[in-house]
Structure formats: structure tokens, C-alpha cells
């Protein structure tokens, strides 16, 4: 079957530093995305992986092992404006678009 | 703006009542998507569709009907729906391909409320 897990809630300080973990269990596996999503809002695209290794882009950076199943977030330097939740899809296939996602993570950002 | 317009925002309907909910695109991609979003569950795919034709129906009830009638507009026709149905209901487009970056683009959603 289909599975992805991530905390629900998460809560730390601004200017701190946030990691946000995400297992998943899916049939096929062409690519792991993080998305982040304001209350009321869209989701955005934040980040790709589909190879193993860490990719950096700014104060976010994204890591990937495929033989572990696991991915995670890393958000440096928080600011308010990063209290969003935050969403891991997989996307299963070679071809065409399905993404599997997960729950989301709330993050609240404190003062 | 995100390129991926839906109308209307909120949406309050009666059990009994027929609506639409639309999608408009001018991203040039070839695929579209519905999606549900509903409280403290994960985003549930409802439908795809890859140039204008419908290539998934993830088991959605039949008084949720998709239209798709150009690779820019879709649509979602809801019928007789329930109160569980009650939910944030997203659309979203991608450029499709093997093997590359390509995410979604989503629409803000539709909140709708099932009275």
C-alpha cells in the first residue's frame, strides 16, 4: 500500500533551526517533494530530491534516502512567516503525475 | 496568483442542490488534477487528467462528476452531495514528463460547505 508519515504539529522558535521528517511506503518511487501551504492558501513548491543527498536552496534545505524510505525538511534562520504547514509527497511512477502525500506538519514559529 | 485560477472561493450548497467548481490554467501544462483536502487528512487525489483525457478515477463517488473539455479548463459537478463531502477541494496542473522536476502548480481551492 500507500503510506506517508510525518508529525502532525510542530512548534519552535524564530531564528531557530527545524527539522521535519517524513517516512514514506509506496509501490513505485520517481521523486520525493516538499510543499509548504499558508492556512487558506495554496500549496507551493518548495523542493525536489529523487537522488540520495541533500539539496540546499537557501534557508530550506531537503535530504533523501531512498533505501531508508525517509526524507526530511530543514528549515534554518525561521521567521514568522514560515508558521505553515508543510507536506512531503512521493510521486510513484515513471510516468504522469501522482503524487501520494502525506498529512502535513503544522509549524508554528514562535516569537 | 499562483497560474492556477479556481472559482468560486467559498462554496455553501444544500444536499440537494447542483454546482460547479472550476479551474482555469495558462501555464501551457498538459495535466490537471482534483483534489480533496479535508481536516487533519492527507490530500486525496480525485482525478486526472492528461491532455484533456480523464486517465484516473481514484473510486470517487458519482455525485462528484470532472469535465475537462480543453487542456486549460476543468471542471468538478457536484450532485446530491453529503456533509462528509465538506471539505477544501483543490485543483492543480503540471507540465508531465519522466524524470524531471515537475511538480504541481496549485489553484488556492474551493472551501466548500455541504449544508
Known amino acids: 500500500g500507500q503510506n506517508i508519515d510525518q508529525p502532525t504539529e510542530m512548534t519552535a522558535t524564530e531564528g531557530a533551526i527545524v527539522q521535519i521528517n517524513c517516512t514514506y511506503q509506496t509501490s513505485g518511487f520517481n521523486g520525493l517533494f516538499w510543499y509548504q501551504q499558508h492556512a487558506g492558501e495554496a500549496p507551493t513548491f518548495l523542493s525536489y530530491?529523487?537522488?540520495?543527498g541533500l539539496e540546499e536552496k537557501g534557508r530550506f534545505s531537503s535530504f533523501l534516502s531512498r533505501s531508508k524510505g525517509y526524507s526530511y525538511l530543514l528549515l534554518k534562520e525561521l521567521q514568522m512567516k514560515d508558521s505553515a504547514s508543510y507536506l512531503c509527497?512521493?510521486?510513484?511512477?515513471?510516468?504522469?503525475?501522482?503524487?501520494?502525500f502525506g498529512p502535513g506538519t503544522r509549524l508554528s514559529v514562535l516569537p | 496568483e499562483t497560474g492556477v485560477t479556481q472559482t468560486p472561493r467559498h462554496l455553501v450548497m444544500g444536499m440537494t442542490n447542483k454546482k460547479s467548481l472550476k479551474c482555469e490554467q495558462h501555464?501551457?501544462?498538459?495535466?490537471m488534477y482534483w483534489y480533496k483536502q479535508s481536516a487533519k487528512k492527507p490530500l486525496e487525489l480525485m482525478f486526472v487528467y492528461n491532455f484533456k483525457e480523464q486517465t484516473e478515477n481514484n473510486s470517487v463517488p458519482s455525485r462528484f462528476s470532472p469535465e475537462c473539455p480543453n487542456s486549460s479548463h476543468l471542471f468538478l459537478h457536484l450532485h446530491t452531495l453529503q456533509p462528509e463531502d465538506s471539505a477544501l477541494y483543490l485543483c492543480?496542473?503540471?507540465?508531465?514528463?519522466?524524470?524531471?522536476?515537475?511538480?504541481?502548480?496549485f489553484g488556492s481551492g474551493t472551501r466548500l460547505t455541504v449544508v
Open positions: 501555464l501551457g501544462h498538459n495535466a
Open positions: 492543480a496542473s503540471s507540465q508531465g514528463g519522466q524524470g524531471q522536476n515537475y511538480g504541481y502548480t
Open positions: 530530491n529523487v537522488l540520495d
Open positions: 509527497a512521493v510521486r510513484d511512477r515513471g510516468y504522469g503525475q501522482n503524487f501520494v
